[in-house]
């Protein structure tokens, strides 16, 4: 569903004033302004009083507040028959376990709101929902095709890899090339990369890194990342069935950017320091689920795997040597993760840990087997 001129329907906490509005000047009041009694479009703090007044609205109605993502709203009977709502601005997805409880949810939405019942879900967002007998695909194939027509790689020919293994993007000591046709391009596949195309990440974000200053090198980088695309386009993720298992991958390279003394961690988890950052990641997932009656209780561990048995042992470890603060400081976290049950580890060989391909570029049967672990298939 859609709320209809969305932005109107806030209301305003503190005094505004604006200008009549051109060929409205009310005769003889030329001099006088208008006092805003609802919010409207343009005001810095529309989305925020937007928001705030759905807030108010569905939480009367019995909705509960998932306190990890402040956009998500459940309400479930005894019976555990129930709704969520997922908000984005204005728009929303409304899913649940019965049909009649979802239909007197938009009912009560449209009674408080102008809305508009955009039927079985779609597209969202610029995401494509397909759903096929044992599951759903979510793509980007038609966001795809619009970026690769948009910078004039239609036609190009395809590879197999979105990153060349051999090839190390360094920092440019020449002249740069078009700054904003390149910040254009890194910003169109980061949308691909953050919503459906995980296989893209390391590319795009390492060549992110370049943006102030591109060279010709950074753009064949690039232009490799729309010719992967351009072979790969129609693929998507894809959920089968219901799993009650959070499942998570970690990795990192240290330094492995000589030029500026860099590294690379990168996380993954499957629905249904690296160990630092994909330990604070497992612990929000879990709240978040947690929060979803559906999801099945109690919630085991979540098992993060990892190509490092150093790392684990240091995880495992009791004792900390005090040699920096900050890595006791998330040692002690990691500790505190173990020992509330929220996570555990486990070692996994570098050639199936699915969280590899997002700290470098690898080779074309590398890159075609983690896509099949992760999920992504040709629909």
């Given at each position: 569903m859609d709320v209809k001129t969305s932005f109107l329907n806030g209301d305003l906490e503190e005094e505004v004033y604006v200008k009549q509005p051109e060929r409205f000047v009310m005769p003889g009041n030329e001099h006088?302004?208008?006092?805003?009694?609802?919010?409207?479009?343009?005001?810095?703090?529309?989305?925020?009083?937007?928001?705030?007044?759905?807030?108010?609205?569905?939480?009367?109605?019995?909705?509960?507040?998932?306190?990890?993502?402040?956009?998500?709203?459940?309400?479930?009977?005894?019976?555990?028959?129930?709704?969520?709502?997922?908000?984005?601005?204005?728009?929303?997805?409304?899913?649940?376990?019965?049909?009649?409880?979802?239909?007197?949810?938009?009912?009560?939405?449209?009674?408080?709101?102008?809305?508009?019942?955009?039927?079985?879900?779609?597209?969202?967002?610029?995401?494509?929902?397909?759903?096929?007998?044992?599951?759903?695909?979510?793509?980007?194939?038609?966001?795809?095709?619009?970026?690769?027509?948009?910078?004039?790689?239609?036609?190009?020919?395809s590879v197999s890899t979105p990153m060349d293994p051999v090839e190390k993007l360094k920092p440019n000591t020449s002249k740069h090339v078009d700054q904003l046709e390149y910040s254009r391009a890194i910003s169109f596949l980061m949308y691909a990369m953050t919503s459906t195309r995980l296989d893209i990440t390391y590319a795009v974000s390492r060549s992110s890194r370049f943006t102030s200053n591109p060279s010709r090198q950074h753009c064949q980088a690039i232009i490799r990342v729309f010719k992967y695309l351009k072979g790969t386009m129609n693929y998507g993720l894809s959920y089968v069935g219901y799993l009650s298992v959070l499942e998570a991958y970690s990795d990192a390279s240290w330094i492995n950017h000589v030029e500026d003394s860099s590294s690379t961690s990168g996380w993954m988890f499957l629905l249904g320091g690296a160990f630092a950052a994909a330990g604070k990641k497992a612990e929000w997932l879990r709240n978040l689920v947690h929060e979803i009656l559906i999801w099945p209780k109690p919630i085991a561990p979540i098992s993060i795997r990892c190509d490092s048995v150093a790392t684990l042992a240091k995880a495992y470890s009791q004792i900390y040597n005090g040699k920096s603060r900050h890595l006791g400081v998330r040692h002690s976290m990691i500790r505190e993760l173990?020992?509330?049950?929220?996570?555990?580890?486990?070692?996994?060989?570098?050639?199936?840990?699915?969280?590899?391909?997002?700290?470098?570029?690898?080779?074309?049967?590398?890159?075609?087997?983690?896509?099949?672990?992760?999920?992504l298939k040709s629909s």
């Open positions: 006088k302004v208008c006092k805003l009694v609802k919010s409207l479009y343009g005001l810095k703090q529309a989305p925020k009083q937007l928001h705030q007044k759905f807030d108010e609205v569905v939480l009367s109605s019995g909705f509960l507040l998932n306190q990890s993502d402040k956009c998500v709203y459940s309400k479930f009977d005894s019976s555990d028959k129930g709704v969520i709502i997922f908000l984005y601005v204005d728009d929303m997805l409304i899913f649940g376990t019965d049909q009649n409880q979802v239909d007197n949810t938009k009912k009560f939405l449209s009674s408080r709101f102008s809305m508009k019942d955009m039927g079985e879900a779609d597209v969202i967002l610029g995401i494509k929902i397909k759903r096929e007998n044992k599951g759903i695909v979510i793509t980007q194939s038609h966001y795809i095709e619009k970026i690769l027509k948009k910078f004039n790689r239609e036609d190009c020919s173990i020992r509330n049950g929220v996570i555990s580890f486990e070692f996994v060989r570098s050639q199936h840990n699915l969280a590899d391909h997002l700290t470098k570029g690898l080779a074309r049967d590398l890159v075609i087997k983690s896509v099949i672990w992760m999920g």
